[in-house]
């Protein structure tokens, strides 16, 4: 009895593989002609055709089997992977509104509460938040002096914070994490935060663990089996807990916000989203809710922290390696800037190699390597390939980082990626960290301003050094999934 037992059980799970299979045959003729792609296994898809702890490198691989635009199975459902540099502009940029839909990705789903906040919704509510969100960071001096001010004024405490470690070694995750934060907190939150907050610190260690956890193994197989996954034991819910504790810190600051509310005179992004929400209050299709203020300012902040400051500390990384590199900077920023005043963005355009080294950092470190994923907001052809409405699109970005067609040594870091044969700055059409077309990263001018004044300040204080030899710092990611995250190392800031 045992044995017939065990062999209808085995029976069952063929029947249904089989069926399984039979359906995602039909459902992709019923949908005309996906582009080509290897073929899935029942339930799993492709997964086992990549490698979790470099999702992109995987993807690279099978693009070059089957061709720059191919269909992938992530568990049931088809994917479509942009994987070359021409596929992803002709899809973001020539074809921007049939692809400027944000994609299926459960852990976004989970940060927005299902959709909310200006990063995972779609439709008229994503208009109408990222609309807001613009006009709003704008009047609060998003690309003007106001807010390079607050910039530089950072990077003086940061400065000082380096200084009181005496040229010790150390590890400079979260000197970036407090300093990058602190900007974008002035805006949204309307103040900065000392560097010894507790409350301050709980929350970078929230955001650093989020960052890890997306591009974990966990994190990306919750993003394919989410109702299964969430529900199993694991590190993952570490992540989970991070975000809760994000969105609790989120909603407590509006609640105080609320209390000292001037509608007349509002300080900083929340007060402006409360007011929006007043105005709206009997409108019942209206995006200006709790919900909405909380993940939208989640968005912000999350966005505004991780990425500017994991490049602060993954570039340092890459010049302790290339000391000639370094060199060349600080003789750019003595004759520039020299020692007795604060660098500003206007040094930028008379400081060519320090803007290509900003530039090469970006390329090189890849730092969001497949983007966040889009999706067709309507039935198309696209290379002569039919792609129904709501299919997840992955623009990998690393192919158009990485482009041999754009960029000399793909795989090598070189700033003269960016410069001419004269040492002038020199734009590459191949330069897409923050992604492109609709989708664009909304904070693109922020990142590009902290950047240059954060480093060309770091530089013009220290002499970097590293406390082993500079041959055992690896370059290599110590997670990639979502994103490229940096190994931890030391450094020594020695004043200049």
Same mark, same amino acid.
């Given at each position: 009895?045992?044995?017939?037992?065990?062999?209808?059980?085995?029976? $069952?799970?063929?029947?249904?593989? $089989?069926?399984?299979?039979?359906?995602?045959?039909? =459902?992709?003729?019923?949908?005309?002609?996906? @582009?080509?792609?290897?073929?899935?296994?029942?339930?799993?898809?492709?997964?086992?055709?990549?490698?979790?702890?470099?999702?992109?490198?995987?993807?690279? =691989? *099978?693009?070059?089997?089957?061709?720059?635009?191919? +269909?992938?199975?992530?568990?049931?459902?088809?994917?479509?992977?942009?994987? !070359?540099?021409?596929?992803?502009?002709?899809?973001?940029?020539?074809?921007?509104?049939?692809?400027?839909?944000?994609?299926?990705?459960?852990?976004?789903?989970?940060?927005?509460?299902? /959709?909310?906040?200006?990063?995972?919704?779609?439709?008229?509510?994503?208009?109408?938040?990222?609309?807001?969100?613009?006009? +709003? *960071?704008?009047?609060?001096?998003?690309?003007? %002096?106001?807010?390079?001010?607050?910039?530089?004024?950072?990077?003086?405490?940061?400065?000082?914070?380096?200084?009181?470690?005496? /040229?010790?070694?150390?590890?400079?995750?979260? &000197?970036?994490?407090? #300093?990058?934060?602190?900007?974008?907190?002035?805006?949204?939150?309307?103040?900065?935060?000392?560097?010894?907050?507790?409350?301050? *610190?709980?929350?970078?260690?929230?955001?650093?663990?989020?960052?890890?956890?997306?591009? !974990?193994?966990?994190?990306?197989?919750?993003?394919? &089996? @989410?109702?299964?996954?969430? =529900?199993?034991?694991? @590190?993952?819910?570490?992540?989970?807990?991070?975000?809760?504790?994000?969105?609790?810190?989120?909603?407590?600051?509006?609640?105080?916000?609320?209390?000292?509310?001037?509608?007349?005179? @509002?300080?900083?992004?929340?007060?402006?989203?409360?007011?929006?929400?007043?105005?709206?209050?009997?409108?019942?299709?209206?995006?200006?809710?709790?919900?909405?203020?909380?993940?939208?300012?989640?968005?912000?902040?999350?966005?505004?922290?991780? +990425?500017?400051?994991?490049?602060?500390? &993954?570039?340092?990384?890459?010049?302790?390696?290339?000391?000639?590199?370094?060199?060349? $900077?600080?003789?750019?920023?003595?004759?520039?800037?020299? %020692?007795?005043?604060?660098?500003?963005?206007?040094? %930028?355009?008379?400081?060519?190699?320090?803007?290509?080294?900003?530039?090469?950092?970006?390329?090189?470190?890849?730092?969001?390597?497949?983007g966040i994923p889009h999706k067709v907001t309507r039935d198309l052809t696209f290379r002569d390939y039919f792609i129904p409405q709501g299919t997840t699109i992955f623009p990998?970005?690393?192919?158009?980082?990485?482009?041999?067609?754009?960029?000399?040594?793909?795989?090598?870091?070189?700033?003269?990626?960016?410069?001419?044969?004269?040492?002038?700055?020199? %734009?590459?059409?191949?330069?897409?960290?923050? !992604?492109? /077309?609709?989708? $664009?990263?909304?904070?693109?001018?922020?990142?590009?301003?902290?950047?240059?004044?954060?480093?060309?300040?770091?530089?013009?204080?220290?002499?970097?050094?590293?406390?082993?030899?500079?041959?055992?710092?690896?370059?290599?990611?110590?997670?990639?999934?979502?994103?490229?995250?940096?190994? &931890?190392?030391?450094? #020594?800031?020695?004043?200049?």
């Amino acid at each position: 009895m045992e044995f017939i037992g065990v062999t209808t059980l085995l029976i $069952i799970v063929c029947i249904v593989f $089989i069926v399984l299979s039979i359906t995602l045959a039909k =459902k992709g003729k019923s949908k005309g002609k996906l @582009p080509p792609g290897p073929t899935p296994l029942p339930i799993l898809g492709n997964l086992l055709q990549l490698n979790g702890k470099e999702v992109f490198k995987s993807l690279r =691989k *099978l693009g070059e089997k089957y061709g720059p635009v191919y +269909t992938l199975h992530m568990g049931m459902d088809p994917v479509v992977v942009l994987c !070359s540099c021409d596929a992803v502009k002709e899809a973001l940029i020539e074809n921007a509104e049939d692809f400027g839909a944000r994609g299926h990705m459960p852990l976004l789903d989970k940060i927005s509460s299902g /959709g909310h906040g200006v990063v995972g919704s779609n439709g008229e509510r994503w208009k109408q938040l990222r609309r807001f969100s613009l006009m +709003t *960071l704008r009047n609060f001096g998003m690309g003007k %002096r106001s807010i390079e001010q607050r910039i530089q004024e950072e990077a003086q405490f940061l400065v000082e914070e380096f200084r009181k470690t005496k /040229g010790q070694p150390l590890d400079p995750t979260f &000197y970036f994490a407090k #300093a990058v934060s602190n900007v974008i907190c002035s805006v949204v939150f309307g103040d900065r935060f000392e560097y010894d907050d507790k409350e301050f *610190l709980k929350l970078l260690g929230y955001l650093n663990e989020v960052f890890k956890g997306f591009s !974990s193994v966990w994190g990306q197989m919750y993003n394919v &089996y @989410p109702n299964l996954i969430g =529900k199993v034991p694991g @590190p993952h819910h570490k992540m989970f807990n991070a975000i809760d504790g994000i969105q609790e810190f989120i909603a407590r600051r509006v609640e105080m916000h609320k209390e000292s509310l001037d509608p007349s005179d @509002p300080r900083d992004y929340i007060d402006c989203f409360l007011v929006k929400m007043e105005q709206e209050k009997n409108n019942p299709e209206t995006e200006f809710h709790m919900k909405g203020i909380v993940n939208t300012t989640f968005d912000l902040f999350g966005a505004g922290t991780e +990425t500017v400051s994991t490049t602060l500390r &993954y570039g340092l990384m890459i010049l302790l390696k290339h000391p000639d590199v370094e060199e060349r $900077i600080h003789q750019e920023i003595d004759k520039v800037v020299g %020692r007795n005043r604060a660098p500003c963005i206007e040094d %930028r355009s008379h400081m060519p190699y320090m803007d290509a080294v900003v530039h090469e950092i970006q390329r090189f470190i890849d730092l969001i390597p497949l983007g966040i994923p889009h999706k067709v907001t309507r039935d198309l052809t696209f290379r002569d390939y039919f792609i129904p409405q709501g299919t997840t699109i992955f623009p990998v970005l690393s192919a158009v980082l990485q482009d041999p067609k754009q960029f000399k040594y793909p795989y090598q870091f070189n700033p003269g990626h960016f410069l001419d044969d004269k040492g002038k700055f020199n %734009r590459n059409d191949g330069f897409m960290p923050f !992604s492109s /077309g609709k989708r $664009i990263c909304l904070g693109e001018g922020l990142a590009r301003m902290e950047l240059f004044l954060f480093f060309t300040t770091i530089l013009q204080n220290f002499a970097l050094h590293s406390p082993v030899d500079v041959e055992e710092l690896d370059l290599t990611p110590l997670m990639s999934g979502f994103g490229n995250f940096p190994r &931890y190392y030391q450094l #020594a800031l020695i004043p200049r």
